[in-house]
């Protein structure tokens, strides 16, 4: 089973405008981190906001949230205010422990984002 | 500045052939990592190492050989058991096993010729 699973593959938004991008998560292990990450046409991996399992509050970070509903399992990603560089495939990523002490990072497929003007 | 370094950015390869990814760090970061995105897959761990002189297979390390002698290098073959090795290579680095901020290269295009 998919321990991050993102269903949609692509979504469209007009610039100016807020974006949610789902994902939804699977771990039996009571703390662990959730982490959205941006990747432009270059290829790099851009690290955009972190949320804790036992966070209180959702995560912010300027024009990005994070919408955390732990009992549904979900942490959607909210843009506001979209812009033309946003423009870039993100991913959903989860840390967690494995073999007791080794923590991996696992990502889901991703969701290419498309900001027109 | 600190940072990942990647290279070569693009990298060749014929089939039955071996090929080195270099990957170096300049974070004093304990732990490294490898992995592999191919479209629609995401990213898939290969490989990784919080410590010197140690590393793990990840959920994809069949046809992959890394090594970890210096703290700031991890470097990645790719081999002739790998059977479809043409992919984009990202390598990362966090300060160790238990950080969350992991720290990214610009990656490598693998493509087999």
């Known amino acids: 089973a998919q321990k991050i699973t993102q269903t949609q593959p692509g979504m469209f938004v007009q610039e100016k405008e807020a974006v949610t991008l789902d994902c939804t998560y699977d771990?039996?292990?009571?703390?662990?981190?959730l982490f959205w990450y941006k990747q432009p046409s270059s290829g790099e991996m851009i690290f955009l906001i972190y949320?804790?399992?036992?966070?209180?509050q959702n995560a912010t970070e300027g024009r990005y949230s994070l919408n955390f509903q732990k009992a549904r399992k979900s942490a959607n990603l909210v843009i506001s205010a979209s812009q033309l560089g946003d423009s870039a495939m993100y991913f959903c990523?989860?840390?967690?422990?494995?073999?007791?002490?080794?923590?991996?990072?696992?990502f889901g497929k991703g969701t290419l984002l498309t900001v027109n003007p | 500045d600190g940072g990942i370094t990647q290279s070569p950015k693009y990298l060749f390869r014929k089939e039955g052939q071996n090929v080195t990814l270099s990957c170096e760090q300049n974070?004093?970061?304990?732990?490294m990592y490898w992995y592999r995105q191919d479209p629609g897959q995401g990213l898939r761990l290969i490989y990784y190492?919080?410590?010197?002189?140690?590393?793990q297979k990840g959920d994809i390390a069949e046809g992959y050989s890394v090594s970890r002698e210096k703290k700031e290098s991890f470097p990645l073959t790719v081999t002739s058991a790998q059977k479809n090795p043409t992919a984009f290579y990202l390598c990362?680095?966090?300060?160790?096993?238990?950080?969350?901020?992991?720290?990214f290269g610009s990656g490598t295009r693998l493509t087999v010729v």
């Open positions: 990362a680095s966090s300060i160790n096993a238990n950080d969350d901020g992991y720290t």
């Open positions: 771990t039996s292990d009571p703390s662990y981190g």
């Open positions: 949320q804790g399992s036992y966070d209180q």
């Open positions: 990523a989860m840390r967690e422990v494995s073999g007791g002490s080794n923590y991996k990072l696992t």
């Open positions: 974070l004093n970061h304990d732990a």
């Open positions: 190492s919080h410590i010197v002189n140690d590393f």
